[in-house]
């Protein structure tokens, strides 16, 4: 693993410090679920019971393309490079501020693909880390 570390001391204690993909990477290695950091809120219920559709598309489209960078240790601006989008356009995306088109999230559901691809080459084939951001377009 290629990443920077940082030990430090805190109240006696020793501590080390990893960058949070590092961390998730870690987690998912251990079988723990992916933690929810930094996900834009599901939208509330409305009184009928069920949910304001375009909010919850929004949200449900940002959270898969999150978790799905973070779990293979892309940055926004990789991403956003690799998708040919302009990152504050994905940035607005991710924290579900944005109305994407099916082109963009085709745009997007390629470049996780193809990272997914990059990854597993030099691995052992096996279960696929990649959600597909299609299913939700429909």
Do not use: F, W
Not at 83 to 89: F, R, V
Not at 113 to 137: F, H, I, M, P, Q
Request: hydrophobic share 40%; with cysteine.
């Amino acid at each position: 693993m290629n990443m920077h570390v940082q030990t430090i001391e805190v109240a006696g204690q020793r501590l080390t410090l990893l960058p949070e993909t590092e961390y998730l990477k870690l987690l998912v290695r251990a079988g723990s679920p992916t933690p929810e950091l930094h996900m834009p809120p599901m939208p509330a219920k409305l009184p009928s019971g069920n949910y304001p559709a375009r909010e919850y598309l929004r949200a449900s489209i940002a959270r898969e393309i999150i978790r799905t960078r973070r779990r293979l240790g892309l940055s926004q601006a990789e991403l956003a490079r690799r998708a040919g989008l302009a990152i504050a356009h994905l940035n607005r995306l991710e924290r579900a501020k944005g109305n994407p088109t099916a082109a963009t999230v085709a745009k997007i559901d390629a470049a996780l693909k193809a990272a997914e691809k990059e990854a597993l080459s030099g691995k052992k084939r096996g279960a696929s880390t990649c959600g597909d951001l299609r299913r939700v377009r429909r």
